[in-house]
């Protein structure tokens, strides 16, 4: 008997269909709640994935590290492993902190007309994305460089382009680069807002933003000292810039008077910028986390720790300026401090003395023996 299904049409039925479910729109970073950021930059020496914890002990909620030695060129393999990665990233989705914001190497100078050492910087500052972006970074702050002998239009050029090119390769992800302003010290580059702007509209194919910071712009000329002289700067950096591209301000105080384009951080409220200043600074609409401000925009301390407790005691100072409690702001370990306290020389002395004793006394029991 023929089957009768052969030759037959089968009805197409768009159910059947497969249609793979759309990837889930990930959800936003716990940091873009609209709560006060507040960090300070945490040392990675001995196990980088201290560096978490560190900012957790001193009481914040963001921080901002070194991915590497900032005073050296790396040697050999600078990636991080990604056993280290891993467990850096998952400390940090544990105690909650963010942004997470990386500072580049000092010695990189994308702006340099040496060919050799500019060609290093750009080699340099690629690795400095590869590390970030295996640490799961927020932003990555870069400060512009120093034109030396150039002018600065060619320096601004130059730097753009090796922007460019250490990105070449890079999945950057939610990686965003921040563009720092300078004290604007010898030929560095990036003390006037103009200069900033003038990087960021040759690099508008990356993802770019600015890193504001207190006491360079107040180095630099901008008096932000008074509220008068605050609300001129801000006006100037939205006009120049525009305050939705300022994603972090580095927040310190500064040893050197305005314009000194000298550039000396100190602690919150004992420099020239003063603590009212930073009352008014952190508590400005546009500038905070509320509905003028930006969500999420952190105030990183890069204060000086000349006592152990200073970096604590910054990071509270920060707290109490913007009026947040005791009770309500993250929890600091009692007595922590990223420095301990050095003995002092006369107890060192003393100590080394008691050794030396002890080990004569041991030779001359061993001489009577014989």
Same mark, same amino acid.
């Given at each position: 008997m023929p089957d009768p299904s052969i030759g037959a049409e089968i009805a197409f039925d768009a159910s059947d269909e497969y249609r793979p479910e759309p990837p889930p729109i990930p959800e936003p970073p716990a940091w873009l709640d609209g709560s006060f950021r507040i960090g300070i930059h945490t040392s990675i020496a001995g196990d980088i994935a201290g560096a978490l914890d560190s900012a957790a002990k001193l009481g914040a909620n963001a921080l901002q590290i070194f991915s590497a030695s900032p005073r050296m060129w790396p040697r050999g393999g600078s990636r991080i492993a990604d056993?280290? !990665?891993?467990?850096?990233? !998952?400390?940090?989705?544990?105690?909650g902190l963010g942004p997470l914001v990386i500072h580049d190497n000092?010695?990189?100078?994308?702006?340099?007309?040496?060919?050799v050492m500019r060609a290093r910087s750009i080699q340099a500052f690629h690795d400095e994305l590869v590390r970030a972006v295996s640490l799961g970074a927020d932003f990555l702050v870069a400060h512009p460089g120093s034109c030396l002998s150039s002018e600065k239009p060619q320096g601004i050029a130059e730097i753009a382009d090796g922007m460019r090119r250490a990105v070449r390769g890079v999945k950057l992800g939610g990686l965003r680069i921040l563009i720092e302003n300078t004290s604007g010290m010898g030929s560095a580059l990036g003390a006037r807002f103009e200069e900033v702007r003038a990087i960021l509209d040759l690099t508008s194919d990356l993802p770019m933003g600015v890193c504001l910071d207190t006491a360079h712009m107040f180095e630099?000329?901008?008096d932000i000292r008074t509220g008068s002289g605050l609300e001129a700067t801000i006006d100037e950096a939205d006009r120049v810039i525009?305050?939705?591209?300022?994603?972090?301000?580095?927040?310190n105080d500064s040893k050197t008077p305005l314009g000194s384009r000298v550039d000396r951080h100190e602690h919150i409220g004992r420099g020239k910028i003063g603590l009212e200043a930073f009352r008014r600074i952190l508590n400005h609409a546009r500038l905070g986390p509320g509905a003028q401000g930006l969500a999420g925009r952190a105030f990183i301390l890069e204060t000086p720790i000349d006592r152990p407790g200073d970096d604590r005691r910054n990071v509270r100072t920060l707290w109490?300026?913007?009026?947040?409690?005791?009770?309500q702001a993250p929890r600091a370990a009692d007595g922590f401090s990223m420095v301990k306290a050095k003995k002092k020389a006369s107890t060192q002395r003393t100590q080394r003395a008691q050794r030396k004793k002890k080990r004569v006394g041991a030779r001359t029991k061993r001489t009577k023996k014989r």
């Amino acid at each position: 008997m023929p089957d009768p299904s052969i030759g037959a049409e089968i009805a197409f039925d768009a159910s059947d269909e497969y249609r793979p479910e759309p990837p889930p729109i990930p959800e936003p970073p716990a940091w873009l709640d609209g709560s006060f950021r507040i960090g300070i930059h945490t040392s990675i020496a001995g196990d980088i994935a201290g560096a978490l914890d560190s900012a957790a002990k001193l009481g914040a909620n963001a921080l901002q590290i070194f991915s590497a030695s900032p005073r050296m060129w790396p040697r050999g393999g600078s990636r991080i492993a990604d056993a280290d !990665a891993a467990r850096f990233r !998952a400390r940090r989705a544990e105690l909650g902190l963010g942004p997470l914001v990386i500072h580049d190497n000092y010695l990189i100078n994308l702006a340099c007309p040496d060919r050799v050492m500019r060609a290093r910087s750009i080699q340099a500052f690629h690795d400095e994305l590869v590390r970030a972006v295996s640490l799961g970074a927020d932003f990555l702050v870069a400060h512009p460089g120093s034109c030396l002998s150039s002018e600065k239009p060619q320096g601004i050029a130059e730097i753009a382009d090796g922007m460019r090119r250490a990105v070449r390769g890079v999945k950057l992800g939610g990686l965003r680069i921040l563009i720092e302003n300078t004290s604007g010290m010898g030929s560095a580059l990036g003390a006037r807002f103009e200069e900033v702007r003038a990087i960021l509209d040759l690099t508008s194919d990356l993802p770019m933003g600015v890193c504001l910071d207190t006491a360079h712009m107040f180095e630099a000329g901008y008096d932000i000292r008074t509220g008068s002289g605050l609300e001129a700067t801000i006006d100037e950096a939205d006009r120049v810039i525009g305050l939705d591209r300022v994603r972090v301000l580095h927040v310190n105080d500064s040893k050197t008077p305005l314009g000194s384009r000298v550039d000396r951080h100190e602690h919150i409220g004992r420099g020239k910028i003063g603590l009212e200043a930073f009352r008014r600074i952190l508590n400005h609409a546009r500038l905070g986390p509320g509905a003028q401000g930006l969500a999420g925009r952190a105030f990183i301390l890069e204060t000086p720790i000349d006592r152990p407790g200073d970096d604590r005691r910054n990071v509270r100072t920060l707290w109490d300026l913007v009026g947040v409690s005791v009770r309500q702001a993250p929890r600091a370990a009692d007595g922590f401090s990223m420095v301990k306290a050095k003995k002092k020389a006369s107890t060192q002395r003393t100590q080394r003395a008691q050794r030396k004793k002890k080990r004569v006394g041991a030779r001359t029991k061993r001489t009577k023996k014989r």
